[in-house]
């Protein structure tokens, strides 16, 4: 199954790593847009953890004042 990955439209998710270390920074490795019908979402990961660790998946938040 090939895709495309080009994007034109922000995610509406976004995807972090949250290593089981204490105090230790979440690192963003991807990114999740809904399907066309609605009833999934497409992820494309640009790092896939090899630490022990958490992923969360995060509604995207765009800054303030950022371009709709």
């Not at 972090?16 to 490795?29: K, L, M, Q, S, V």
């Not at 009833?39 to 800054?63: E, H, W």
Request: overall charge positive.
């Amino acid at each position: 199954m090939s895709e495309n990955t080009n994007n034109t439209s922000a995610p509406s998710h976004i995807v972090w790593f949250a290593p089981d270390r204490e105090n230790a920074p979440w690192t963003r490795i991807g990114a999740q847009w809904p399907t066309k019908n609605g009833k999934s979402f497409r992820q494309v990961l640009t790092v896939v953890p090899s630490a022990p660790g958490r992923i969360f998946v995060c509604r995207n938040q765009p800054k303030a004042g950022a371009a709709a």
